[in-house]
Every structure is written in structure tokens, then in C-alpha cells.
């Protein structure tokens, strides 16, 4: 995926090595010589993943459009929340306007300290993907964070709604030893990652909701990632021996790591005789075309254009000082303190109507 250049600055992707402190306060310097540009950091777990890339690049353009008001800064959290956490202390000495964090440990003690942490420096505070339940305890601690999440359960919901409907359709060829069972592969993107645990949970459940009965073949922790997604299906798809009638995977990168693995056994290249239900969660360009192509069935697009505009937009009001909500289009969540960020089916059904 595309990474665009900074027009005014380049990039900083941090590790732990003694020009940290060096670059944050070459950044906090330079925008105390020009305050009308807003200085945002923006500290992910990492910016390696599909959809990580997506976000940045959308900043970028956000950025480049709006170069007299705002300045994004990429931090790399190299999926380490003590890595993280080092990374935000150092951040706090400096100049910042606006933080966006994704953490990448969201138990509740975790958020909680990060939140604490970025009150005593009255900061500006965007939070990612939390669980809207410790989103809802902790929007009392801090008058001035905003939570932008996921609905963690309705991608996984609309995911397994794609089965449902290709099932229902297309029973006969889905259901290849004809036992009236789907037999699936789970590819779960990380282990304890309540992001992950809700949509293997949620997929499945909605398959079984609407009467399929279910076979868990296995279950692959594959952190997110094609590569290990492609080595573990490899492995799985000769162990289990044309008993696989389906992939779950938990995001778009695994679901094109697993039909990349398959096609090196002949299967998912336009065949339909030779075709295995392979669905994940992201929307990204590369599993739209699979799509398009009749080689992957569906995947659940979570637009990262539509994310970064949220941070954006919810970001500049922070800084104003005015309602973060003034001048959209977005609401809170039913807990009244999430924006969540809409999601809708994408399949070869839809896309040819």
C-alpha cells in the first residue's frame, strides 16, 4: 500500500534509540514558531498493517490539503505498549496539540493510565478502538477525550451475514461433503486482542443465529498479518484434506495471505468447482478486486478515508475547544460517549446489482 510523502515534513517513524527526545522536540520547536499550525501525534501500535497504512496515508491527505492548519506526526508503537508508553512520556514534554492513539493493550487499567497520564498535561485526547464498555467508565475520568471506535460486534455480525446469504444460495457447492455442517478455518488476529475475540465470536454466532451448524476445524492466531496468515494455510489446508468449506478471517490481510496459500494448491483462481468461502473485515482495495473477480466472497469495508476525516475533523474541535461533534455529521454511540465508524457489506452480489 501507498505510502505518500509529507509536503512539509518527513515522516518520524520512532524506535527507541537516543534521537527520540531529539526528533519530538525538533517538532515541538518548530511548531512554537508558527502556533496556527495544529501539531497531532499520532501513536499506533504500528503502521505495518493494511489498514494502519490506509489511516496514515488519509492523514497524509488530509494534511496536504490543509497544510496552514495542521501538522500530523507518525509514531510507531512496534505493537509493544511499553515501547508505546515510553514513546507517549516523551510526547507529553513537548508541545502537542492533539493526541490519537491507538494503544496496543486496551485492558481497562491500560487505558486508564494512558488517559491520567494525558489529563495532567491538559491535552487534547482521541482515543481508538477501545471497548465501548471501558469507553463508558472512563469518559468520566477526562473532560477533554473523545473515544472513535469500532462497533466491535457489528463487522463480525455482517461477516458471518455474507456466509448466511452464500450458504443459503449456494448451499450445494459450499457444502462439499454434504453433512448440512459448515466445516471453517478461524484465522483470529491476535491472542487476548478484544477486537479479535468479538469478531471470531460475533462471525460465528450470527452464522448459528440464522440455523447453519458450525464446525471449528481451527483456530490460527495469525496477529493480523498476510505472511502468517499464508504459512499457517499452507500447513492446514493439507492436514485437513478438502474438509475446509470456509475461512473466517478477522481482517482482510489474513483472508489474501489465506487464498494466496490456497492458490499455490489450485484452488480459489476463478474455479468455482475448486472455490473455498473466504470472507474478512477492512475493505481494503486488493480484497475488493479478489471480489470483483469472484476469488474472495466478501469482506465488511470499514472506509479508512472516513476514519481519518473523523480524526480530523473531532481533532481540530478538540483543539477549539468547542463540541467535538460541532459541524458533522457524526453521533455518539448508545453509550453517548463513542463515535463509531460505519461499516457495509462489500460482495460480488452487491457489486454487480
Known sequence: MKILKFIMFIIITITLTSSTKNNIFAISSSNMNNRKIANIAVLFPNFNNEFGILIKQGLEDI????????????????????????????LLKNNIDLLIIQLAD????????????????????????INPSVATKLSKDYNKVVFV??????????????????????????????DNILQYIMLEGKRD????????????????????KTQQLALQFAN????????????????????????IANNDAMAIGAIEAMQTYGYNKG????????VGID?????????????MTGT?????????????????NLINNVDPLENTNYKLSDSGVTVTIPYYEYTNKVNAS
Do not use: C
Request: glycine content about 4%; aromatic content about 8%; overall charge negative.
Open 283 to 295: 475493505g481494503l482495495p486488493e480484497a475488493k478486486d479478489l471480489i470483483d473477480k469472484g476469488i
Open 106 to 129: 486496551i485492558k481497562e487499567n491500560v487505558v486508564e493510565d494512558v488517559i491520567y497520564k494525558v489529563k495532567q498535561k491538559n491535552i487534547p485526547l482521541i482515543l481508538s478502538n
Open 271 to 278: 474455479d468455482k468447482s475448486k472455490n473455498i468461502v473466504v
Open 193 to 212: 486482542d478484544q477486537t479479535a475475540i468479538d469478531r471470531t465470536q460475533y462471525s460465528v454466532s450470527a452464522i448459528n443465529d440464522a440455523g447453519i
Open 224 to 247: 493480523w498479518d498476510k505472511e502468517i496468515a499464508k504459512n499457517a494455510i499452507e500447513s492446514l489446508f493439507l492436514k485437513y484434506d478438502g474438509a475446509i468449506e470456509a475461512i
Open 63 to 90: 494534511q496536504k490539503e490543509n497544510e496552514n492548519k495542521v501538522r500530523f506526526t507518525f509514531f510507531d508503537g512496534k505493537d509493544n505498549i511499553s515501547v508505546q508508553n515510553q514513546i507517549l512520556d516523551e
Open 149 to 178: 471506535t469500532e462497533d466491535f460486534k457489528q463487522p463480525a455480525i455482517l461477516e458471518g451475514k455474507i456466509i448466511v446469504d452464500v450458504w443459503n444460495s449456494d448451499k450445494k457447492n459450499i457444502d462439499k461433503n454434504g
Open 300 to 316: 465488511i469495508v470499514h472506509d479508512p478515508n472516513a476514519a481519518s476525516e473523523i480524526f480530523y475533523t473531532i481533532g481540530m
